[in-house]
């Protein structure tokens, strides 16, 4: 399985555990949620760069967003 498949399955992943506690009636965001998607965009990262030995700067921008969200989160618990 190529990594660029991998990191969109964690980021899915990410985004059905978000959305299952969304129709639970829990509108917070998830830790999980938040730390599979990181995981999910490292991936993606990671593989854009071994393809081209390039980063995107898009997917580079949401990891820091998504980092900082965390940070955040996990500041305010």
Do not use: N, P
Not at 43 to 53: G, I, N, R
Request: charged letters at 15%.
């Amino acid at each position: 399985m190529e990594l660029f498949s991998i990191g969109l399955i964690v980021i899915a992943i990410g985004w059905i555990i978000q959305a299952y506690f969304l129709f639970k009636g829990k509108k917070e965001i998830r830790t999980c949620f938040i730390v599979l998607y990181i995981l999910g965009v490292a991936v993606l990262l990671f593989a854009d760069y071994q393809a081209t030995q390039k980063v995107s700067y898009f997917e580079l921008i949401t990891l820091i967003a998504a980092l900082l969200s965390l940070i955040k989160l996990i500041g305010m618990k």
